[in-house]
């Protein structure tokens, strides 16, 4: 069984920065750990659908990131510690939300929420402005 868990969350100024981490225990019933996963992470925010954030490949050497947060935030994963990080930089009120981090077996790097198949219980992050 894939359990995650993220720490890291909190309140913060405008302007400030953030790193989130989620880390990633057990495995899956064919046996699949951490390295083989694609991670996301996505966010919601109170009334809103859960939005896309960051996506990396198992390996780490790609990445792709919402419109919304390019250039202020940066998604790693250490294959040897089973944690895939978000470092947030320039925080905005808007990004208030609670950031959930994900785990999908396939080979894609889906934006949609749908194809993951397992999911953190999340972290609240508030932006004072």
């Known amino acids: 069984q894939v359990q995650l868990v993220e720490s890291g969350g909190g309140l913060v100024q405008a302007g400030g920065s953030l790193r989130l981490a989620c880390t990633a225990s057990g495995r899956t019933a064919s046996g699949r750990t951490f390295s083989t996963y694609t991670m996301a992470w996505f966010r919601q925010a109170p009334g809103k659908e859960r939005e896309f954030v960051a996506v990396i490949t198992r390996s780490g050497d790609m990445t792709y990131y919402a419109d919304s947060v390019k250039g202020r935030f940066t998604i790693s994963r250490d294959n040897a510690k089973n944690t895939v990080y978000l470092q947030i930089n320039s925080l905005k009120p808007e990004d208030t939300s609670v950031y959930y981090c994900?785990?999908?077996?396939?080979?894609?790097?889906?934006?949609?929420?749908?194809?993951?198949?397992?999911w953190g219980q999340g972290t609240q992050v508030t932006v004072s402005s």
């Open positions: 994900a785990a999908d077996l396939g080979v894609t790097l889906p934006r949609d929420p749908a194809p993951y198949n397992y």
